[in-house]
């Protein structure tokens, strides 16, 4: 008897709660785990400086699910900002439209740089994107030939390259750092090693030509890491030789047991990434629902908060995690364009 | 014997007479029986050797999370800084908005003899300090503005890596580039050590802060809160529910290919991997129902679907177990069959019945796969208030520290997984001593 009294209670309980859920007074943000971090700080410092508002909740999930949960549509029960390591697509801009979520506000943040290194006790490395691209690419050009990569080591590829064998741990293909480890360096080091040609000449369509230039070797000297750097790391503690792909602000937090590999010549820094110099990095992210501004409070008071100098200045607490701060001129427009409520 | 004298031929007579020795493979069925005990012994030596090895790496990695580094400085919480305009009484946001690490920093520089006019200095004295010293100053100006004017001793919060560097898991050996803490830091945090300013504190920040992208003030608040909610809400739904289900099938239900097929499905059901019960959820509770997203009504609602089947198919063996001569007594003695059920079964049953449920609940404590679908695996940093706030829950936040970049958050992801291991601990002690205390043998 009790538990059916309990269970009636419950059922009770859980209507009740039902009721309640129609209002939201807490900013509701998710999306890239590059993202996150300067999420989770800005979001903090938010809810410390602004006391009126409660800290907003950052969930992870990746660019993709972020923005997949970011255009199921509009109302409180759906999230207000998406955060992405990558521009939103016209495919992903049309899945919103036709959920309803017509007017989306981007802004951007900074820019991220993609890292190369190796375990703290190794050599200075240099690489260069055709050497990268000989290494890691599934067919290499050798004798004017297109073939399946036949090197082993990385001194096989660049006799100034240590005579060890080939271990690169790369994000996987879900990660927004792998599209940016494609297009600025495989596909560079394609076109820099003839292979490109050597593909345009077998292959007509330029889709194919294009998605050959960037096929990783599958024969397990190249591991793609699905989970996030904490794994890369590990993966090179395990191989001293092996070189990971990180992202600039946690190789920083990382630097007692890392060294990073100069790429073009150029060592990965923030002045340099800021310069255009260093040339793997990419620009991140945030969308926001311009229907939510107004009515989620605090929505507005974060955007501004988070585009404010004191968050993504180069002096901010997200340039001391690492982030690359935009340029002065960038971030006056990134400010404009958001108070002008330019939508995409 | 001895005396006895034996012709050859009565010996060669007796000889033939013993029976044959039969060959029965004793030999043979003993060393096939030790062997199997080694088999048994070594299963075991291996379990335990891995239990080992996995128990010394999280302990040796995560007891430094139980301890916090925190300078204790006298600190002039001075007018000049916090409300430079004595605007305080007319407006209350200057107490809010007022430059706390300002204050803190001062204060810092005055022990350790920094000229405030060296700002390459005072920046890295700043660096000592972490940031949450903002809310920790201002919760105590705001509680008691008389100490504005005044000189108090505060244990301040280290900064994470100045706590990395004092408890040894910076590598002080490298470049003082490649490290997050300077030489100078590291001078002053000495210096600071042995005075005594500095030192390890227990950190009871670990259970009651909230989840913090700054390691030193980041604690598990806001998931052991979550998951007590769940807890609470996969107990007070699924036990009757489960029970109910279970009484009916087993003593009222008519044995048919229907109420079959209902066996099979809950055996079934107990098996599903967990995340379907998220997307479930998320169909369900978050899309269908409107519950808000990432609170731990749908996490508690999500994880009681998934631990129903455990505790209906515990429910049913334990009523299974209770003989049918008590049942047959009772209905004997005149007793209508729900008294039966209730006054007699039930509670023979209970011990079994609530053994499955704690090992259920232990389970559903140990779940994050279908709690990434509504939304719990996120940064909270305000502890909830009620079950419909966002939350997240322990394993959960055990995640979320695996993937932080920070030294200072590798001992914390260990420290909590001691934690959960303990409450895991103590459940399974629990279902253990009411099984002791209940159980009762025919």
């Known amino acids: ?344 | 014997m001895s005396q006895v004298t034996t012709s050859p031929a009565t010996a060669a007579f007796k000889a033939s007479v013993r029976p044959e020795r039969r060959d029965i493979g004793l030999r043979r069925r003993y060393a096939s029986e030790r062997r199997f005990r080694l088999y048994g012994l070594a299963a075991i030596a291996f379990g335990l050797l891995f239990l080992f090895l996995l128990l010394s790496s999280v302990v040796s990695k995560g007891y430094t999370a139980f301890l916090q580094t925190k300078i204790t400085i006298p600190v002039e919480f001075s007018e000049q800084v916090i409300d430079k305009d004595g605007e305080r009484a007319t407006d209350p946001k200057v107490l809010m908005t007022a430059n706390y690490p300002v204050v803190a920093r001062n204060a810092l520089a005055k022990v350790l003899g920094v000229d405030p006019g060296d700002r390459a200095a005072m920046r890295e004295v700043g660096g000592m300090i972490s940031d949450s010293v903002r809310v920790q100053l201002r919760d105590l100006v705001v509680a008691d503005p008389s100490v504005i004017g005044r000189t108090v001793d505060v244990a301040i919060l280290a900064h994470g890596n100045v706590d990395s560097a004092y408890k040894g898991q910076i590598d002080l050996g490298v470049d003082e580039k490649n490290r997050k803490v300077s030489d100078r830091q590291v001078g002053w945090m000495n210096q600071l050590a042995e005075t005594g300013a500095l030192a390890g504190h227990f950190n009871t920040g670990l259970f009651t802060n909230g989840a913090s992208s700054r390691p030193e003030a980041a604690g598990l608040g806001v998931a052991l809160v979550g998951s007590l909610y769940m807890m609470l809400i996969v107990l007070v739904l699924s036990l009757p529910i489960g029970v109910a289900a279970s009484i009916y099938l087993e003593e009222f239900a008519p044995k048919n290919r229907f109420t079959d097929l209902i066996e099979v499905n809950i055996n079934n059901l107990a098996a599903v991997p967990s995340i379907v019960y998220g997307l479930l959820g998320l169909a369900v509770f978050v899309n269908f129902a409107g519950f808000p997203r990432s609170a731990a009504l749908v996490g508690g609602l999500v994880l009681t679907l998934m631990t129903l089947p455990t505790i209906i198919i515990a429910t049913r063996a334990a009523l299974k177990a209770v003989p049918p001569s008590i049942r047959a007594a009772a209905l004997g003695l005149g007793a209508s069959n729900m008294q039966t059920v209730f006054h007699h079964v039930l509670p023979l049953a209970m011990p079994g019945i609530l053994t499955g449920t704690i090992i259920g609940l232990a389970h559903a404590l140990g779940e994050t796969a279908p709690l990434l679908l509504i939304g719990m695996v996120a940064f909270v940093a305000d502890v909830p208030a009620t079950p419909l706030d966002p939350a997240t829950a322990l394993p959960v936040q055990i995640y979320m520290w695996a993937n932080e970049a920070e030294r200072a958050f590798v001992e914390r992801t260990s420290g909590a997984i001691i934690v959960l291991l303990i409450f895991l601990i103590l459940m399974n002690v629990g279902a253990i001593l009411l099984r002791r205390r209940f159980e009762r043998r025919w």
Request: net charge negative; hydrophobic share 40%.
């Open chain 1, 1 to 344: 008897m009790t538990s059916l009294k309990l269970t009636v209670a419950a059922l009770v309980a859980s209507a009740a709660f039902a009721g309640a859920a129609a209002a939201r007074d807490q900013i509701q943000i998710a999306g890239s785990s590059t993202v996150l971090p300067y999420a989770k700080i800005v979001a903090e410092s938010f809810g410390e400086t602004l006391p009126d508002f409660k800290t907003p909740v950052v969930e992870s999930g990746g660019s993709s699910g972020g923005l997949k949960e970011f255009c199921k549509g509009v109302g409180p029960d759906t999230i207000d900002i998406a955060n992405s390591s990558r521009p939103i697509k016209d495919s992903e801009i049309e899945a919103c439209k036709a959920a309803g979520v017509t007017e989306i506000q981007e802004v951007k943040i900074g820019y991220d740089g993609i890292v190369f290194a190796t375990d703290a006790g190794n050599a200075d490395l240099a690489l260069e994107p055709k050497d990268l691209y000989q290494a890691l690419a599934a067919e290499v050009v050798v004798d004017g030939k297109l073939v399946a990569n036949p090197y082993r080591k990385w001194s096989d590829v660049n006799p100034a390259l240590p005579d060890a064998e080939i271990a690169a741990y790369i994000p996987g293909e879900k990660h927004g750092t792998r599209e940016v480890f494609e297009e600025k360096i495989l596909a560079h080091g394609c076109k820099d090693s003839g292979a490109q040609d050597a593909i345009k000449a077998l292959v007509a369509d330029e889709k194919e030509q294009a998605s050959k230039c960037i096929a990783v070797r599958k024969d397990g000297l190249a591991v793609d890491i699905d989970g996030d750097y904490t794994e890369t790391l590990a993966r090179i503690d395990a191989n001293k030789s092996g070189i990971g792909v990180f992202g600039l602000s946690f190789y920083e937090n990382n630097a007692d047991k890392l060294k990073v590999a100069t790429v073009s010549g150029v060592a990965p820094s923030t002045e340099t990434i800021a310069s255009g110099e260093y040339p793997v990095s990419r620009p991140l992210f945030f969308y926001v629902k311009k229907a939510h501004l107004g009515v989620i409070p605090g929505l507005k008071d974060y955007v501004e908060f988070f585009t404010s100098d004191d968050m993504i200045g180069p002096d901010g607490p997200l340039a001391e995690y690492g982030l690359v701060a935009a340029p002065d001129a960038e971030r006056e427009e990134i400010r404009k364009s958001f108070e002008a409520g330019n939508i995409m």
